[in-house]
Structures are given as structure tokens and as C-alpha cells.
């Protein structure tokens, strides 16, 4: 057993417990059976114990049953023993945790999930195991032998005592054992009675023992005065029931029952002092303080034949019988029927008196109930007629009782009838109330009248033709008379005026019941919920609230004005200080207790005065059938929290044991998990909430289901978590749990997804290289093209353009030679001749770069110092040109891109800028290669900047080329502040690489080139 098992037991023993109210009837206890017809059990019980874990064991003929209030299990062990035999004689359930079995073949232990046999211990095990307040074990044995009676157990040592320990000799068969509050241990052999106290005997026998030593002595029960009750399963002088005090035998008589006439099988004495008493053939007597009462097989226990008695940890009585188990355990609602002595089942009002009286209108009689104690006048025994409608005590404490077609008063035991001023009947009494004034008001079910009694005699008379009337009345503090009438709607009557306040509630809604409060509030008690008034403003309070049902039957205030509802469902009392919250916000949800069916509530319907509050507090209900009463200041409440276990794993039909780590196989599609909470005063009503760490992010409420379900979980680790609450909402905080591994199939592994991440990425980078592959073939045929359309001009350029521009030279210098030397024209054409000589060799220059992918020398820096200085010949600007760092070979496009670039920028700044000086630098550093082209010119506004001159490309050309080698080109100018021209090309875009032309940096400098 785990630590937490423990501790929940241990906690459980410790709990004050739920105790049985001695001071009711049997049958105003809850009760339920367990019958063997029912197919709750294959075999007859024997014997019950409950184990520290919460569970209750019952041992049959035919094996051992586990019980949780719910479920029967069938024990067996899991690691395969068994018991000898399965017909099972007695059963305990030790402080430590163990469960004592005993049988024919002796005594066995069960504790921490193993079985053993208790040696020395010979069978068979019959008249009961019980431990002493040491915690040794005694198991009286049954069996007439040399053995000894009756077996000590301490320390895993065991020894069966004989005469030798003080055991008188012809005690063989041991049929009942106790230990008393002093340490005696007393045993009812079959023909004495005898206490034992460390070696020290002392014999005792009923009279009737004397003359008849075959009868046995088969039950026995402890007082913590001292005395003892000893039952035999035989009547007569002596015999039956007999009480032991002092060592004087005294027989049970009271004025219910004769002790002696009884066949006594089993006694049990509850914590609260009450004696229960089994019969062979009279089913149970219940005694307490002089008063007895009976429940037997026609109240619907399981067999008047009671063979043994037990009491839970939580108090509540247990009965063995040949047919089944019953239990007996206390409800929060009693109920007072024709069984509790009313005239009959047939409760239609309920008032209370000054004198804590409480009075019932039943038919046939009128029914009184005080200190316990049923009257009742009945019909022609000094009732003046037969179905008693209403009952109301006025302030001068009179009884006013509607009794078929009349109104009476009670004075002295005696009916005064109270008649119209013609003499004439009032009629069926529907309701009686009382003003500030001391007037009685009747509401008469004839003619829809409203009547006024003042002196015994009716002083005015108010029809009320024109509203549909009902059976509701009340009067308000400042003399109002409210009706609750049959359309729904409350009415208000004074001075003869009637006003309709019309209900907001759906039309056909019935009125049951109207209150008027000290507050000036009405209340009424409808088919749809409550109709609230205040103020001049109507709330409904219903379902929409949060409440179980809107059928309200009556409603009550208790001693504390919290408000107690009789619905069509149970009960629900709602605090005071709630009740104001919600008539703050009339939509807001309500927080209520709730009793129902399993509380003892009976809802149903009275025709009449429906609840009321007795002088005690206590609240009294009227349904139509019974009368119900509820005790505010005493509520029966469950303060022990129940023991919660997880039972066990079922994955995929398949069960796993739920104490340990649980490995369930890959793919487990379908997960269950059982589990169960020990609470049995009312099972029904256990509630949980679970957890899967691992899997759910919140508590999830299972409501009363005792499973949980889980579908395609994960692989992983997981740890199930469970807590229940008893019937009367007390947590276990204290969680049960279990864990359980999902194996994960191969593919759910993580080298297996490493695998599969290492192919991806492989099979990405194959597809990569593929598409590298075709992007440089691809590449390469546009370079291959550009190469032979480059060829194509520079040939076309060579045998057209630059042929036919020198043949025209030759031509001018034929004409130079007619020209005089001294002669102006001369040196003018001499000069332009020069100049068309650089051209042409510029020209030849650009064939030769078309063909060749180069630029001679120290790249486009020189071409441009060149072509800067012939700008600045023929201007005042003047202009200088620096290399800063090394040059290194550039990337021929890129070096003719540069030029270019460089070209239209110093063409821009000598043609347009008006500058006085311009200055071009290029720079080769490791990471880059730059070129800054700046002036002190007149500048250019942004949107010459964006946009460029009208008509002219100049910019955007310079734009085009850097983005297609790759380059960054930045542009800084403003009015009258000049201009650069700043081109940044990477060092990777712009050098010549020494490798191969189709590696990787080729492809990403020939993909810069070939972008556009």
C-alpha cells in the first residue's frame, strides 16, 4: 500500500464521523439493499469489513467482494494465490491496513498486495475477528477440539489459547466476540457468556442458560458505561434480549417491547449510543432512551432474518441478511407519513403554532405534531368533517382550520363554526391570512370572494368578478392584501380596489404561494420560478439563474432570512446576503444549496398552505402526500472527504494494473481509465474532477462518471491525476494517481526523425543542385548569345562605322593639304583631325572591348582620368582624379558597367553643373571597389533626383547599370550645394575571380550581371 493510501486511511479514521439521529424513527433513515435476486451476489454473506483504504469487503460462500458504492469486484490477487476455499466466515479490517479473512482452513492476511496464511491459526474461523486497542488480533475459532477457542495475533506471532491461559474448560465453539471500552474481551460461547482480561476469566449466565446449555449467546454489544447487552437466538425468561449491569442480568421492557420475546441474532451498538437489534424473524428493532421502533421486510428491508450488523467509517449501518445487504444512514429531510402515524398519506397544508405545534391539514383528520409525538382528530372522532383545506393561528394564538365547506376555529378541543351573516356555509377555505389590524381575511372558493372575519364574524364581503382568483393570500405590513391569481399575475387589493400587476412570466404560469416581507417585497411561488416585488419592480428568479428547476412548489425564510425554496426538484436554500446580490442584478446566477432525491427530498404539490416554520427553526414542507421537515441549524453534513483510488489502466480492451509505471504498446488508439471515490452515504451524488499531466492543460469535471477516456494519445510519459468530493461537496484534495509510457512505434522515435530530417535535407539539396545546375546551363546560353551579339556589333562596327569614319579622314586630309599653312582654316582642321583621331582610336578601343571582355591597364580609372582632363581643356573647371589602394583586375563587366557609369557622371557635372572644381576618386579595398565622382556645382533639386531631366536618361541609366552588375549606387545633391555620385560595388561582384567560370562564384557574379 503507498504512502498516499496511508494517509488518506489514517485521515479517515481520524474524521469526526456522519452518525445515525437516534432520536428518529428507523424508517425516517435512508435505506438501501443490495439483494442476492438483484444479481449483486452469487452466494450468502457472511461477514463485512472495511479496510483503511475506504473500501468495503463482504465475504460470501462462494468468495470475496470488493465494494466501492458503486461496484461488486470480485478479489483475486495478482500475483495468482488464492484462498483454500472460498465459503468465507469473517472478515476485519485491521488499523494498519490489513483485511483478516477467516474460513475453515484458518486465518489468512492480506496487506500490500500479498496473501498469507496465518500459521498456528487452525480452522475453521467463524464467531468473528476483532482488534483490541493495542492492535492485536483475535479470531474466535468454531470448532470443538483440543486447539483452543479462541487465537491471539501480535508481531506475526500467533497463539490459540487454552485452560492453560484462562480459558474454562467446554468452551468449543465461540459464537460472538467484543472488545468492551475497559479491555475485556467478551466472548458468547453456546452456553455462557465470559470475560477474559489477561489470563483473568469470569463466567456469566442469563437465567435462561441455566436450565438450557444448547443455546448460545449470539450477540453482544458494549456500553461505554460498563454494561453489556447480550441477544440469544431463543425467546423466553432469560432469554431473547438481556442487558448486563453490574453483573445483574436485566431484561429490555418498555411499553413497545418485550426483550424476552424476541430471537436475537445480532446486536450492534452505534456511536451515538443507539441499539440496533437483528432478529431471527421480526426483521430490526431500534432502541433509544426508552423508545423503539421497528423496520422490517414489508418496509422493504432485503429479509426479516438479520444475521449481522456493521458500521462504516462514516456512520453508517450496514445489515446482513440471507437475501442481500442493507443500509440505514441519515437524511438531511425527514418525512413524517401515515408509517410516522398521520391520519394518512394525503398532506395538502402546514402551519406552526405559538407552542411549537406544528399542524397539518391531511384528509380525513387533522394532524399535530409536537416534541416528536403524532395526534391526531379525525374524522368523526371530533373532526366536523373530513378533508381539512386550510390552517392558520392568528396573534391571539387560535387555530383557524378549513374543514371541507367550513371555516372553524379550535378552542379547548373543540370546532366553532363560523358562519355568513345569513347562516349560510363559508365555503372551501383556499387561504387564510391576518392585517396589522388583527382582521382575518378568507379567501372562499365560492364566487370568488374575498371575506373579512373580525370577531368571529363576518364583518364585509368583496366579490372580485373581474380576476381570475387562486388559492394564494397574504397580507403586507401596510395593509395591502396580495392575491396570486391564475393567470400568473399577482393582484393587490385595499378599500375594495383591486390593482392587476402583471406577471412578465409565460401565460398558464400558476401561483402557488404568496409571501409578503417586513421589507415591503412579495414574493410568490410559481409553475415557472419566483415572481419578486419591490418597489414598484418586478424580477423573476428561475432556471436562467442557475436554478434546478422553476417549478417552485412553496418557499420558507429560516431563523437567518435565507431563503428556502421547495421546488419541483429538491430544495435549495439560498443565503441571505446572495438573495441580495440578485435583487441588485435580477439577471445575474445565483449560488444555492441543493438537496434532492437522495437527501430525502419528496417534491410534490399542496393544494394549500404549502411551508412553514416551526418555533424551533425547524421548516416543514406539505406535498400533496407527506409532510417533510428540515432542520437549518442541524443539517446532516458529510465532513469526511472519501478516499480516492485509480482502479485501473484499459488500453485498447487490454488492462494494465493502475500501482506502478504502466507501458502501453505503440499506437494505443482507445484509453480508459477506471477509478472510484469511497463514499457510501450517498454514491450517487460523488463528484470528480481529473487530469492528464502531459496531455490536458486544466482540470476537466467528470461530473459522477468514474471513468476517464482518451483517444489517439502521443508517445511520452504521462502521469493521470484524480480528486472526488462526497456527497455533500467536501473535497479530496489529496490526489489519487497513476502513470503510463506510450511506446512510440518506430517512426515516432527521434532517430528515426533524425533520419527522416537528414533524407529531407539531403533530398532538398539534390533538388538545389539541380536547379543550380539549370540555372547556369541556362546562364551560360545567355552569355554564349551575348557574346556572338556583341561580336556581330563589334564586327559590324569595324567593317561599316569605323571603315567608312576612316576613309572620311583620309578624305579631310586630302583637302588639308589645299589649304595654305598660315592659313586659320588650317590649324582648325588640323585640330579637328586630332580629335578625330582619338575618336576613331576610342572606337577601335570599344571593337576591341567588345570582343576581348576587357579594359587595358589599371581599368575604367584611367579611361575616365583621361576623359575627365579632355572635358576640362575647352572649361575654366578644373579637375583631378586619385586611386586609393591597389588596383586589381576587375570582372570585364563590371569594369565596362563602371566606366560607363563613370563616363555620364563626369559628362553630367561638366555639361550641367557649373562647378569649379570636380573631383573623382576610385577606391580598391579587400571588400569593395568604389568610385566618387563629386562637384561644387549648382545641384539638383529631389525631383530632378527621382525622376530625372524631361527628355533626358542620364540618371536612370546610371540607376539600371549598377542594379545589373549588383552595385549600390547613392546620389546626394541639393540646390546650390553640388552633387556626388557615390557607386559601391562588392568586392565579390567586382573582382576578376582566378577559378573556373562556371564555380560558384562566377554563377553568383554572372546572376548579379544577368539579373535584369
Known sequence: M?????????????????????????????????????????????????????????????????????????????????????????????????LWIGN?????????????????VPGPIGGGIVEDGKGVIWAARSADDTAGPICRISNERARCLT???????????????????ADNLWMGTNNLLLRWKNGSPAIYKPQGLESNSSIGVDGLAASPDGSLWAGMAVPGHGLGLEHLIDGAWKPLLTPQLDGSTLDVTDLLLDRDGALWIGTADQGIYHYYHGRVDRFRRSDGLSSDFVSRFFEDKEGTVWVITPQGVDSFHNLSVVTWSAREGLTTDNVVSVAAAHDGTVWIGNAGGLDSIKDGNVSSIRAGKGLPGNQVRSVFEDRENRLWVGVDNDLTVLQNGHFRKISRPDGSSIGPVRDITEDPQNNLWIESGWDKELLRIRDFKVVEQFRLPDISSGRELAA??????????????????????????????????????????PDGSVLAATTAGVIAWRDGQQSTLGTRNGLPCDGINGLIWDSHRNLWLHTACGLVEIEQAELQRWWRHSESTVQFKYMD??????????YYQPAARSKDGRLWFANGSVLQMIDPANLIRNPIPPPVHVEEIVADRRNYPADGLARLPPLTRNLQIDYTALSFVAPQKVRFRYRLDGYDKDWQDSGTRRQAFYTDLPPGNYQFRVIASNNDGVWNESAATTSFYVVPAFYQTSWFLFLCAIAAVSGLYMIYLIHLKQVTRRIQEQLATRVEERERIARELHDTLLQGFHGLMLRFQSVLKNIPPEAAARRMMETALDRADEVLLE?????????????????????????????AQSRDTRFTAAIVGTPQPLDPAVSDEVYQIGREALNNAFLHAYAKQIEMEITYDRKSVRLVVRDDGAGMDNEILERGRSGHW???????????????????SHGGAGTEIDLFIPAKVAYRQPHKKSGWNEFKRRVARQSE
Open 2 to 98: 503507498d504512502l498516499l493510501t496511508n494517509l488518506v486511511g489514517l485521515a479517515l479514521l481520524c474524521a469526526p464521523a456522519l452518525a445515525l439521529n437516534p432520536d428518529r424513527n428507523i424508517s425516517q433513515y435512508a435505506h438501501s439493499a443490495w439483494r442476492m435476486q438483484d444479481g449483486f451476489f452469487n452466494g450468502r454473506v457472511n461477514g463485512m469489513a472495511q479496510t483503511t483504504d475506504g473500501y468495503l469487503w463482504f465475504g460470501t460462500n462462494t468468495g470475496l467482494l470488493r465494494f466501492d458504492g458503486v461496484r461488486f469486484t470480485p478479489w483475486a490477487p495478482a500475483d495468482g494465490t488464492r484462498l483454500p476455499h472460498s465459503d468465507i466466515h469473517a472478515l476485519l479490517g485491521s488499523r494498519d491496513g490489513s
Open 104 to 120: 475453515r482452513d484458518g486465518l489468512f492476511r492480506w496487506k500490500d498486495e500479498k496473501l498469507t496464511r496465518v500459521s498456528h
Open 163 to 181: 485452560g492453560a491461559d484462562g480459558i474454562p474448560a467446554g468452551i468449543s465453539v465461540i459464537e460472538s466476540l467484543i472488545e468492551d471500552a
Open 476 to 517: 403586507d405590513a401596510e395593509g395591502n392584501l396580495w392575491l396570486g391569481l391564475k393567470t400568473g399575475d399577482l393582484a393587490r387589493f385595499r378599500d375594495g380596489h383591486t390593482e392587476v400587476i402583471h406577471s412578465p412570466l409565460a401565460a398558464g404560469t400558476r401561483i402557488r404561494q404568496v409571501v409578503a416581507n
Open 597 to 606: 432525491a437522495l437527501d430525502g427530498v419528496l417534491p410534490g404539490n399542496a
Open 843 to 871: 572606337g577601335r578601343q570599344r571593337v576591341h572591348n567588345l570582343r576581348e571582355e576587357g579594359m587595358p591597364g589599371n581599368g575604367p580609372w584611367e579611361n575616365l582620368a583621361r576623359w575627365g582632363n579632355e572635358l
Open 954 to 972: 542620364g540618371l536612370s541609366g546610371m540607376r539600371e547599370r549598377s542594379q545589373q552588375i549588383g552595385a549600390q549606387l547613392n546620389i546626394w
